[in-house]
């Protein structure tokens, strides 16, 4: 069969000019199968790839060819190539969970003796490595501060510091830091910037764009969208991306699976569609909830009363993403009657899927110190998902007439 040669797209400026975002999101890591001619890639359920005729000068340690699933694999690739093109970035790794990612990060490029700048609002197994494991058992030092405020990052910063690490939206509160004053400061002082990108997914931002050395991702939450499969990927310059595979995948065998690699990618086709309408429905549904008498706060980029609403508009060219936090006025039971009285959408942990998940995060967290005073009381992180906005408006207000 004679195939029509040089139709896979590597890295989108194979047409001419740069392609978009939606053709890259589609035909990025995709091809042709040259064993079958299918026009999608296969899922390749296998450990081992063949050897050369002579394996002894191999370095099986090595990243740079298929020799071993944990070394690199067909599906992790073409995952690799679509997400570097997506964020704008020169290389990719992808590994078994956002988690695995931020953890390949830390312990790849830390040492003993490092000092770290963390935003204080972050996803809780950063807070966790970065301020009680890495400080614990390692010798970094770490200094958590408001990075909303560009003012605080900068004096935090010490000669010994090596990354300064933040999240914009962040988890839980949906705080917004300044990636480009932030990169700028890290720079100056010698270190790196690393920027978890979960909240936004790169069609809303895009950390590299702006400065950012490292872009970090939960891949179980837009990229993929579809609540199935788990995974994570940090993309960068080569030269630190290298490193961080050795040691993240090889060594540390924080591997994805071929077949979650697989659903992630074909999640990732139709990542544009879908965060247009997460956009726009949680930006009607904060409005929407911003107005009942009942709700005590809505922390929201997209809403006027956001202290960084004009930050949020600046650096998230697209929309505001599809995650808010709110509280309501009652009592902690009031939050759980609320909950239980919902229809469409679920309670359950996780963010950016198909449907729309609420999880109450109660008075107890140790970190509520940390959070603006709003938040002491307990609050609810809301992730909208693809309904029609007016079911989900329907669902929130019959819920809440419910729980008064
Ligand atoms: C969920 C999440 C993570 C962790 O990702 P997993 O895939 O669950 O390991 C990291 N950062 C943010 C912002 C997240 O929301």
Redesign the pocket.
């Known amino acids: 069969m004679n195939y029509i040669e040089g139709k896979k797209i590597e890295n989108g400026e194979e047409s001419g000019g740069k392609l978009g975002f939606l053709t890259r999101s589609v035909h990025v890591g995709n091809g042709i199968d040259t064993e079958t001619g299918a026009i999608r890639r296969p899922i390749t359920m296998a450990n081992s790839y063949a050897l050369p005729y002579d394996p002894s000068d191999l370095n099986w340690s090595s990243a740079s060819g298929n020799i071993y699933t944990r070394n690199g694999g067909a599906n992790q690739g073409y995952l690799q190539e679509k997400l570097a093109s997506l964020e704008e970035g020169e290389d990719c790794v992808v590994l078994a ?4 990612a ?1 953890s390949g990060v830390f312990f790849a490029l830390l040492e003993s003796g490092n000092h770290i700048v963390v935003s204080d609002s ?2 809780i ?2 807070y966790r490595l970065l301020n009680e494991l890495l400080p614990r058992k390692y010798g970094v030092r770490s200094t958590l501060v408001d990075s909303s405020d560009v003012d605080a990052v900068r004096s935090a910063v010490t000669p010994e510091t090596k990354l300064i690490h933040i ?1 914009t939206p ?2 839980p509160t949906i705080k917004i830091s300044d990636i480009a004053a932030i990169a700028a400061i890290a720079h100056e002082a010698g270190a790196l910037l690393s920027v ?1 990108n ?2 936004a997914s790169p069609y809303n931002q895009r950390p590299l764009a702006l400065g950012a050395d490292l872009c ?1 991702e ?4 837009y990229i993929n969208g579809h609540g199935d499969a ?3 990927a940090v993309i960068g310059r080569k030269e630190l991306i290298d490193i961080i595979r050795a040691e993240a995948m090889v060594n540390l065998g924080g591997a994805i699976s071929p077949f979650n690699a697989w659903l992630i990618m074909r999640g990732a086709v139709t990542l544009p569609l879908r965060v247009e309408q997460h956009n726009r429905s949680a930006q009607f549904i904060a409005e929407f909830l911003e107005a009942e008498d009942c709700v005590r706060f809505v922390s929201y980029p997209g809403l006027e009363s956001h202290a960084k609403h004009d930050l949020a508009k600046s650096q998230m060219t697209k929309g505001f993403g599809g995650v808010m936090a709110f509280g309501l006025r009652g009592d902690h039971e009031a939050h759980n009657r609320f909950v239980s009285h919902l229809n469409v959408i679920t309670s359950a942990v ?2 950016g899927h198909d449907e729309s998940l609420i999880v109450f995060l109660g008075e107890n967290d140790e970190r509520q110190c940390l959070y603006p005073d709003e938040f002491h009381d307990g609050f609810f992180r809301l992730s909208i998902g693809l309904e029609d906005t007016e079911d989900i408006i329907m669902d929130i207000r019959q819920a809440l007439r419910k729980a008064e």
């Open positions: 969970s956002g988690v695995a931020l972050t996803y197994a950063a999240e962040s988890n978890d979960t909240f970090v939960s891949l179980t939450k788990m995974g994570g996780s963010l």
